[in-house]
């Protein structure tokens, strides 16, 4: 018995379908395990990682704030594509950029004291030498 031609279409787009959703599943779940690998990568991480059911991605929802943190700061990249990221990263960038210029600051003020210290110097012995007092005063 041969079946009608829409019978066999709906058949094949069902197929289709099927394969479609089979593959789909499949790509989720080697996303999924390969952001879990690189979850478990990081050290205490593995131990915090929530079960998932095959197929399903990942959900960062069920993460606790340790697993947040740890894997905020290991890879912020990850953080960030998961939707857990708090800008850490940022902030830590910041804080050091502002004490690169607070120690630039520093070296130029010390070495500006060094300089004027130097030229006190200078004149405090010119004065000696000259018969004066250290302060460029005279004797009595």
Known sequence: MELPFFLLLIMSNLDDVLRGAFVQQEQEETKSKQIEDRIKSYEGAG???P???YGKPVNPEKF???LRSIIERNDPQLAAFLGISTGYHKRKEEEELALEEMKK????????LRQ?????KEFRERNVLRGLRPDGGRFF
């Open 51 to 53: 079960s998932r059911q």
């Open 116 to 120: 004027k210290n130097m030229s006190q």
């Open 47 to 49: 131990a915090l990682l």
């Open 64 to 66: 606790g704030l340790t």
């Open 105 to 112: 600051n520093m070296l130029a003020k010390t070495e500006e």
